[in-house]
């Protein structure tokens, strides 16, 4: 099971984007080792914000259909427990600058025993996740 970030759909959908061999090539590796896959609502409203102001809103409307109609990506949403949760957590790593949504995305994962996340993020190491693939 792997949690997926922000970063890599944002690199699997922008060729410009300074992740998209990397995302591409993991994104290929994911769907060869058929890896259960999830994500929040947190995250997508992220990736196709950036997607729409980056590409154009047609653009992120059609990547986002695809991803809510893909059969190998759960999409997680958060509870009023889970966003405290998140909050607490906010708090806590607000010396290193964390997003609320990375934040929501730690509950989550804490809350589904997820170890492993799919990120170019260092912020996941420093809350203790395993960042995949190895850079």
């Keep these: 099971m792997i949690y997926i970030d922000t970063g890599p759909f944002l690199g699997r959908y ?3 984007d300074q992740y998209h061999e990397k995302a591409a090539k993991a994104w290929k590796r994911l769907e060869k080792e058929n890896q259960s896959c999830l994500t929040s609502n947190f995250v997508l409203d992220e990736v196709l914000t950036f997607l729409a102001r980056q590409a154009g809103y047609s653009f992120s409307a059609e990547k986002g259909k695809i991803i809510y109609d893909s ?3 759960e999409i997680l949403r958060p509870s009023e427990e889970d ?3 998140a909050l607490g957590l906010f708090e806590k790593f607000a010396d290193q ?3 609320y949504t ?3 995305s730690f509950a989550l994962m ?3 025993k997820i170890k492993l996340v799919f990120s170019f ?9 395993q960042r995949w693939p190895s850079y």
């Design 83 to 85: 966003e405290r949760k």
């Design 97 to 99: 600058k964390v997003s």
């Design 71 to 73: 059969q190998a990506l």
């Design 110 to 112: 804490q809350k589904k």
């Design 102 to 104: 990375d934040c929501v």
């Design 121 to 129: 993020d260092s912020h996941f190491q420093q809350a203790g996740f």
């Design 14 to 16: 922008l060729q410009k």
